[in-house]
């Protein structure tokens, strides 16, 4: 398959802080997750994709033509920035047909196409509010309108669902899914892998502007397994519930906490511990209290993965 | 899209961004300064006309040359490009299929248009207020046209001269500030060569002339206000402010396309 985006050997810095180390990658059609933690170089990456920014070294080209200065290449790409940011003074509807304007239609496809975006993105009642007043997630919403107005064949969304409700991530999981069965192209960052998995099982893992990894949901999973979780109990007998683990060859430490009733757990299958956890609960009468994972996060699987 | 259609869709969106702003309503109620100033001086000054004429030349074109079309090109010109830095909303525009020249032209283009709006009502209100007197008289409507066609030559140069300033710089309205308040009033009233590196220069040279002498004795001490040394001729200044505005603009359409303009995180 042909690569619809292609970086080579690509960097940038913000004076002497590095944005993208070395980054080669092609991205192809479908749907690409691009996860990292925050600050990782998502956002410069999709930056240098949409034309936002120079490369320092290296090239990112879409379809062939580099982005940067090439308003031709913008005709195809529609771009969701991260940032909470509008014209205000504006309501949802003179925001996405002022945007339109750019593309050289009609005003009556102006009209008919941001009437479309609005009512995809459920925001046709609320189209004649003035932004200023729209809540969190409706911004997130005639954000995206603005994004697919046009009719893209690529998409480029910085966080798209940060912000949204759950039905709100759910329908637009559906919209970008839906864009992929059209044929299109969509790369979508992330800092939470379950908005990534719902996505997309192709990902690319970024992580201090070097990618660390790419290929699918389950390599990556296995990477994450990989990495061994700690996972505290709060229960009303640590010991107990100890007991019932200490022949577990998955569980790789176990230690109790200074108040007493909490049990600390590493192990390197996180799934199997907790649904083995809930059998042995129930079996021994214990009463959980809380159960947390203190480094159960991306930020600590990368820095896992970075330090590997 | 073509550069042409391109400059005229940004145009159309900033025409209609730039009315809503908050920013022009303040601006538009500063207006009104000169126009209450006209209504207090047609009440002192009653029943004398000619004197009425040159105070108004003296003093409020000094308003609307020396402090309004500066104050207002400062502020829309320098935003053309700031404003969208400080808000972020500069992605919007430089990810959309337009040359990038072209939301500089069309911008810079559509809030010049809004600013002569707001100096022409002003004008228009203040002038005739002043001489309503004189209503039947056909050269009060050529000095009138002279007065706007000066101020709105002075509107496109100060707000080439500021959008490029915002292009370059990322605080330009402090530069603008020194450049439009304090070099412009200084340098103007330097001897020799040194006054025509000021714009006001230049659209001074273009305003009709009154010696102090008009209006009789109280027309003298304000005429100092609007001091000529040495006034360039009105094809060459007209010329001089047509090049520094064109090249000014070129400059920050060039500027505007080779930088990269990043977010201050």
New interface residues.
Partial sequence: MTAVIAASHLSKWYGNVLGLNDVSLEIEEGITGLLGPNGAGKSTFMKLITGQMKPAIGSVTVRGRKAWNDPDVYQGIGFCPEQDVFYEDVTGWEFVTGLLRFYGYSRTEIRERAARALDVVDLTADKDRLIRGYSRGMRQRVKFAQTIAHDPDILILDEPLSGLDPLGKRKLIKLIKDFKKQGRTVLVSSHVLPEIEALTSRVVLIHQGKILAQGDIPFIRELIEAHPHQISVRSSDPRALAARFVGDRSIHKMTFGADGRTLVVETHKRDAFFSRLTGVVIEAGIAVEEISSPDDNLQAVFEYLVGK | ?TGA??VR??F??FS??GR???KTRVFAILGLIPVALAVIVRIVLHGRGGLMAAVFTEILMVFFLQFYIVILALFYGTSVTAEEIE??????????????PAIILGKSAAYAVLMFAMVGVSLALSYFIMNAARLSDPDLYGTFFRYLGVLGLGILAYTAFFTFLGAVLKRAIIVGMIFGFGWENVIQYFPGSTQKLSIVHYLKSLLPYHPPSVGGGGGRGVALLLFRLEPTTPLAAILILAAVTAGLLALACWLF?VK?Y??ED
């Fill in positions: 899209m259609n391109a869709q940004v159309g969106f209609f961004l809503k702003t908050g808000n972020r909303t500069l992605t919007y525009l430089i990810t959309r299929p337009i040359p990038k396309r990269e990043l977010y």
